[in-house]
C-alpha cells in the first residue's frame, strides 16, 4: 500500500479491510473513487475455487484502474476510496438487490465458490465488504459537502480491448445517467486529445451510465452532484507508468472542467436508472 494511504480503520478482526483511504481536501471539488480496484481475496474465502490466472483477467478486477485512480487523486489534491476485494467475492458497484451483486459465472469462468451461494452468504458479504465501501464514499461525500464545495464523482474502471471477438474502438468511455455536465465536457476534451480524437472516445460506452443501485446512482445521482464514470480501455494501462500517465491526463483535463461552481453544485437531473424525469424548471434553464 502506497504511503500516502490508510486502511479503513473499522476492518474485521482477522480478515482483510474491505477499502482502501487516500487523504485530500475535502474542499476540492473532487472524490476519486474505484469500485473495482483490487483482485484480492479475505483468507475465509481462500481462492473461490479458481486459479490465480482467472482472478488476474478483467473478471475479477478492473485492470490498471487502480493506478490511475490514485494518481489522478494525488494530482487533484482529492480525497478517494477504492475497494480492495475482488468483483467476484461481491460487485461494489452493483445495487445491493441485484441479480448479479455475487456472479456465478462472469465471461465464461465458472467460480466454484459462488455457484452454489445462498441469500445468507450474500447477506454476510454485502454486510462485510460492500457495505462499508458504500458507507466510506458516502461518508467522504457528505464531509465535502460540510466544507461547502460540493465534489464531483469521478468513478474510475477499465473495459476489454475484445468483447465476444469483437473489437472495442474506444480508448475510453464516458458513462452518465442523466446530468451532463461533466460527461459532455470530458467527452470534448478527451476527443480534442491528440492521440485520441473524436472516434476513439465513447458517449455511454461500451456500457449504459444508467444503472440502478450502482455506486453512481445512489451517491451521486441521488444527491443531484455531479458526476462520470471513466472507463479506459484495459490495454493502455495494464502497465503502471502508462495507468499513471492517464492518470496525469484526466487530472489536466479535469482541472479547469471543475474549476467553475456551476459545474458542482447539486441539481436534480432527475435520472433514467430510476425512471424520474428532470424537475420542469431544470428543463427549461437548459433549453434557455
Not at 3 to 8: E, G, Y
Not at 75 to 97: C, E, K, Y
Not at 207 to 235: F, H, V
Amino acid at each position: 500500500m502506497d504511503a500516502q494511504t490508510s486502511p479503513d480503520n473499522g476492518r474485521i478482526s482477522g480478515d482483510m479491510p474491505p477499502l482502501e483511504r487516500i487523504d485530500g481536501a475535502l474542499d476540492c471539488g473532487a472524490l476519486v473513487i474505484c469500485d473495482h480496484a483490487a483482485n484480492a481475496l479475505p483468507p475465509r474465502y481462500g481462492d473461490l475455487g479458481l486459479p490465480r490466472e482467472a482472478l488476474e483477467r478483467h473478471v475479477g478486477y478492473d485492470i490498471g484502474a487502480a493506478w490511475v485512480a490514485r494518481r489522478l487523486a494525488e494530482r487533484l489534491g482529492a480525497p478517494a476510496v477504492l475497494s480492495t476485494f475482488s468483483r467476484l467475492l461481491i460487485d461494489a458497484n452493483r445495487g445491493d438487490d441485484d441479480p448479479t451483486l455475487v456472479m456465478r459465472i462472469s465471461d465464461g469462468v465458472l467460480t466454484p465458490g459462488n455457484a452454489r451461494i445462498d441469500a445468507e452468504e450474500i447477506a454476510r458479504r454485502r454486510r462485510l465488504y460492500w457495505a462499508p465501501y458504500r458507507q466510506a464514499v458516502a461518508t467522504t461525500v457528505e464531509a465535502m459537502l460540510a466544507s461547502g464545495e460540493p465534489p464531483a464523482i469521478i468513478s474510475i474502471h477499465s473495459f476489454t480491448p475484445v468483447w465476444r471477438g469483437l473489437p472495442r474502438p474506444w480508448k475510453v468511455g464516458l458513462l452518465w445517467d442523466a446530468d451532463p455536465r461533466l460527461p459532455q465536457a470530458l467527452i470534448h476534451a478527451l476527443a480534442a486529445e491528440p492521440d485520441i480524437g473524436p472516434a476513439a472516445v465513447g458517449d455511454n460506452e461500451p456500457y449504459d451510465g444508467a444503472l440502478p443501485g450502482d455506486t453512481i446512482n445512489a451517491i451521486a445521482t441521488a444527491r443531484g452532484l455531479s458526476s462520470a464514470l471513466i472507463e479506459i480501455r484495459q490495454d493502455l494501462i495494464a502497465e503502471r507508468a502508462a495507468a499513471e500517465a492517464w492518470g496525469d491526463r484526466l487530472a489536466r483535463v479535469l482541472t479547469p472542467i471543475l474549476a467553475p461552481a456551476q459545474m458542482r453544485i447539486a441539481q436534480d437531473w432527475g435520472s433514467r436508472a430510476d425512471g424520474r424525469e428532470a424537475p420542469a424548471t431544470l428543463a427549461l434553464s437548459v433549453q434557455a
